[in-house]
Every structure is written in C-alpha cells, then in structure tokens.
C-alpha cells in the first residue's frame, strides 16, 4: 500500500483535559464580551480578557472569534447633518495640528441622527478630547439651537471649566448661532470650528458616532423619542463612558484614564493656556 510504518502505527493524541476547559472558559468570557459589547474586535476582546485575568494573546481570541463568527463586520457611512450656508460669524480651527496634552483643553461638539419608527430624532454631544469621555448630551426631535444649549450646559455643570478651554464644533448655524456663542464667551471658552465641508476636521466626534451607531443604535429599534430618552443615557454613562475600552487611551474606559491621570496630576492641576487673540 505504500504506506508509512510510522503512519500505521500513529495513534492521535487526546486533547489535554485542562487545555480544552481552558479554552472553553475563554470562549465562555469572549461571547459574555461581544453580548456586553458589540462592536468590539478581537483587539479590545483580547485587552478585556487582560483586565480579567485570562492569559492569552490576540491570535488565539481572532481565531475563537472567527470559529464563532463572532467577528464583527462594520460599514462606514457617514451622513451630512451641518447647514452652513448661514450669515453667522465662523470661527478658525484652533485645534488643527494642536496635541491636547490634558483634560478640559478641548471640547468638540457636534450633532448626528438617530431613525425611530416614524423618522428622525437628534443627538447633540460633546466630549473631553482628552479623554474621549462624553461630558454633555441632549436629544430632541428639532436639530435647533436648544439641543445644542442643552448638551453644553450639561457639560458646564459637569465639569465647571476653568477659563480658555477650546470649544470645537462644525460650521452649523447651531453652533455658529448668537445664542450659542454668547454663552460660550460667558464661560469664558475660546471658539473653534472645523474647515467647510471637512467632517475629519472632528474626527473624535465622527469616532465615538460610529460607535454609538454600530454598538447601541443599529442593533435596537427605537419606536419613540422616549425610547431613544430611555436607553441613550445609559450607553453613553454606564457602558461607553464607564466600561468601553478605547485604544487610543491604552485600552482603558475614558472614566478609568481621568482617574488614572488626576491621581498622577492631582498636585499639579492642568491650567488652559489661554490664546492671545480670537477673531471670526
């Protein structure tokens, strides 16, 4: 039969007990993730089985993932909701080419969609650049300038900013509105806004967008305002503020990172830098 002796005689070896349970806790913990977590890669996978404890590297977590189809598969999109052909004052970008080093430096702001049943209701937020944490958010069936007062004023009464923090936004008339600025100005914030028709220009915002969408908004179907009311705040607070890892912050949540670096810089507080001048 021209056949190997030593193929005759081979006799495969059983799987080692602990081996197999080992992976089988593993597998355990990484769907308990993906249920948790969504939009999460085998990346943040791997970093979260760290964080508990679970010894093993990320090409063993992609090919558990794989096996399971539980790799997640996530489009791009992104959708104009900026009206800038306005007569308002418009602001240059302060932030372009500028490394935040801290927290309260940057603001960004920005507004996105959210479909219900019978069309569309908006979300205003702002985040800590820094950090990446959301600081102040609002929804409303009218994308106006109240949605935008209102998810500002929740981030001052958050986090009660010293003077010069950086407030970047698009070009919207919501942003660019009198209402808006003279609020800002009130509090002291220096006003910045991205280029024309640049949405990159605030990449941190169309960031944690894309994640709201894919992670929260995409796998549930809202039927009311108050559906969205219900649920937005508890992904925002509990789970993307307060559990999600973020790579860019070394895979910690952003509300770890700001305890992290105010444990670090507690004798040493950050104080704005404050421009020398700002003209629209």
Request: charged letters at 25%; hydrophobic letters at 35%; a positive charge.
């Amino acid at each position: 039969m021209e056949l190997a002796r030593s193929s005759f005689y081979y006799k495969p070896k059983e799987p080692d007990a602990a081996m197999v349970q080992g992976d089988m806790d593993i597998m355990d913990r990484i769907e308990a993730i993906c249920l948790d977590f969504h939009g999460y890669g085998y990346r943040r996978v791997t970093q979260q089985l760290h964080h508990d404890g679970f010894q093993v590297n990320h090409k063993k977590v992609l090919r558990l993932m794989r096996e399971s189809d539980l790799l997640c598969r996530i489009k791009r999109k992104w959708v104009r909701t900026t009206d800038s052909n306005h007569g308002l004052p418009v602001y240059r970008n302060l932030i372009k080419d500028r490394p935040v080093t801290g927290i309260n430096q940057v603001w960004p702001a920005d507004i996105t969609y959210i479909r219900i049943r019978r069309g569309f209701v908006y979300l205003a937020a702002i985040l800590d650049a820094f950090s990446r944490k959301v600081i102040g958010h609002a929804v409303s069936r009218s994308m106006d300038t109240n949605l935008v007062l209102k998810a500002l004023q929740m981030a001052i009464a958050n986090r009660k900013p010293a003077i010069g923090v950086i407030h970047h936004s698009d070009r919207g008339v919501q942003y660019a509105s009198i209402e808006y600025t003279d609020v800002l100005r009130e509090h002291s914030f220096q006003i910045s806004m991205a280029g024309k028709g640049n949405p990159y220009d605030n990449a941190t915002m169309e960031s944690f967008f894309k994640t709201l969408k894919h992670e929260e908004v995409y796998l549930y179907e809202y039927e009311t305002l108050s559906d969205v009311e219900n649920r937005l705040p508890y992904f925002i607070e509990q789970v993307y503020n307060l559990k999600r890892l973020h790579s860019s912050l070394g895979y910690m949540s952003p509300v770890k990172y700001e305890a992290l670096v105010q444990q670090q810089n507690k004798e040493e507080p950050y104080q704005p830098v404050l421009a020398l001048s700002v003209q629209p």
